[in-house]
């Protein structure tokens, strides 16, 4: 690491990173005039400049990455960016390559570079890149992290054209216009946390900005709790286009300790809706108590009232609202077959975004769904357990999405790596745990 200072005022000198790529520039303008302390502060300017990092900061050779302070939040910004992924050897061509660039100039002309360092992070800033090199940082103890993730953020927003993102704007959508960028045409929404790529699964949008905006919905208004949800004419079939989130269980019991939010964090129930056990989707209780004919219904006890047959001429309610009732197998599998089969079905019912499968988190996007008709399903995941530790997990957002049938022991899953829907029958060491928990979405009573 190189360093160009003045030593006739100072005793210490913090060598870093920003000192080695404004040696090449400072020495070039100290030789047109400038003094060392102008040729350094222009130099280190046109640097953090070229990240997009605008401030009057402290002279370069004063910065420290483990002290809070805006100046010393650009360095480790500044860092993090050039470092990426690379080993020793690869980080020192990187850097000569931009002391060269940037010696006669003072400009950073190499825009190829600059995309593969966009796309990298923005890549780390979705899945918590960002928040495991603070983490790792910390652990070395050696002072006080500052507050680097702006800086980095703030680069590949600018690098594909987005700008800023704040509150004033929350809920516009744009489109990566670095036509360099593997990202290239990918919309982004702004929230309330920044950036999001619609295309990757984010707790953060909201789920109207999922459904397909080329889609004439309707909607229905569940009495109640006066939830609304959109609606969706599939064939001959009206759906619900958004998953169930009905949970009051003073009003029907079965819901009693029988559905649950994503991690338990009714914000992400906002987003997905809520997910039941089976007795919950088929209101278990309801049935024990009918008058005409009671039975007992539930995960491991069969009864005739959730027989296909009976299904067919009498569909259960279950927990969705007056009007539409609890899918069964023959009504998943006309909406599979409208949908193209089971070779097609997956893709054309899956949103637009959000999806992606269960390899490297480095992939390309290509578990995006199409939407044809609307169903717009997410890839809410499931509740599941875990043997290992006996308990019951969220786990699958983003993945995967698990959908109720009515009939005993049979689920929908959309998967998130193959371009299908499929069925799967409930065996006991899987998902025939009570507190299993899947989506619902409702269909309309055909009269």
């Not at 005793?11 to 020495?27: M, Q």
């Not at 999001?196 to 004439?216: F, G, Q, Y």
């Amino acid at each position: 690491m190189n360093a160009l200072t003045d030593l006739s005022d100072r005793e210490n000198v913090n060598i870093n990173l920003l000192t080695h790529l404004e040696y090449e520039r400072a020495f070039y303008l100290v030789g047109t005039g400038l003094g060392v302390p102008a040729a350094k502060k222009q130099a280190e300017t046109e640097i953090f400049n070229a990240f997009g990092i605008l401030g009057d900061f402290e002279n370069s050779e004063d910065l420290n990455i483990f002290s809070e302070g805006e100046g010393n939040a650009a360095l480790l910004a500044l860092s993090v960016l050039m470092q990426g992924e690379r080993n020793e050897a690869e980080l020192m061509e990187l850097l000569t390559k931009f002391a060269t660039d940037m010696e006669m100039d003072g400009e950073w002309n190499d825009d190829t570079t600059k995309t593969k360092i966009a796309d990298w992070t923005m890549r780390r800033d979705y899945y918590n890149g960002l928040e495991n090199i603070r983490s790792n940082i910390s652990e070395w103890n050696l002072g006080t992290v500052p507050d680097f993730e702006k800086y980095v953020r703030n680069f590949w927003y600018m690098n594909y054209g987005l700008g800023v993102c704040d509150n004033s704007i929350e809920g516009v959508v744009k489109s990566n216009a670095n036509s360099l960028s593997k990202n290239y045409g990918s919309q982004f929404y702004c929230t309330a946390n920044g950036w999001r790529n619609l295309e990757i699964w984010s707790w953060d949008v909201p789920k109207e900005a999922r459904l397909n905006p080329n889609i004439e919905y309707g909607s229905m208004t569940d009495e109640r709790d006066a939830q609304t949800y959109k609606t969706v004419t599939i064939g001959t079939q009206t759906w619900m286009a958004e998953n169930l989130n009905y949970a009051d269980s003073v009003n029907t019991p079965s819901l009693m300790n029988n559905s649950w939010c994503y991690d338990d964090d009714p914000k992400k129930c906002a987003v997905t809706g809520r997910f039941y056990s089976f007795a919950a989707a088929i209101d278990s209780v309801a049935l024990a108590n009918d008058k005409d004919n009671p039975q007992i219904c539930g995960v491991e006890t069969d009864c005739d009232r959730l027989s296909d047959e009976n299904l067919a001429l009498h569909p259960i309610q279950g927990i969705c609202p007056e009007g539409w009732h609890l899918p069964s197998n023959a009504e998943w599998n006309i909406l599979v077959a409208y949908a193209g089969g089971d070779s097609v079905a997956g893709i054309k019912l899956r949103s637009t975004g959000g999806w992606w499968g269960w390899s490297s988190i480095w992939r390309d996007f290509e578990d995006i769904g199409i939407d044809d008709f609307g169903f717009s399903a997410l890839p809410a995941g499931k509740r599941g357990y875990d043997t290992s530790v006996r308990d019951y997990y969220s786990t699958g957002a983003g993945h995967f999405a698990y959908f109720w049938s009515a009939s005993w022991h049979d689920v929908r899953t959309i998967g998130g790596g193959d371009y299908y829907i499929y069925f799967e029958r409930i065996f006991p060491e899987s998902f025939s745990r009570e507190g299993t928990g899947f989506s619902i979405r409702c269909i309309k009573n055909s009269n």
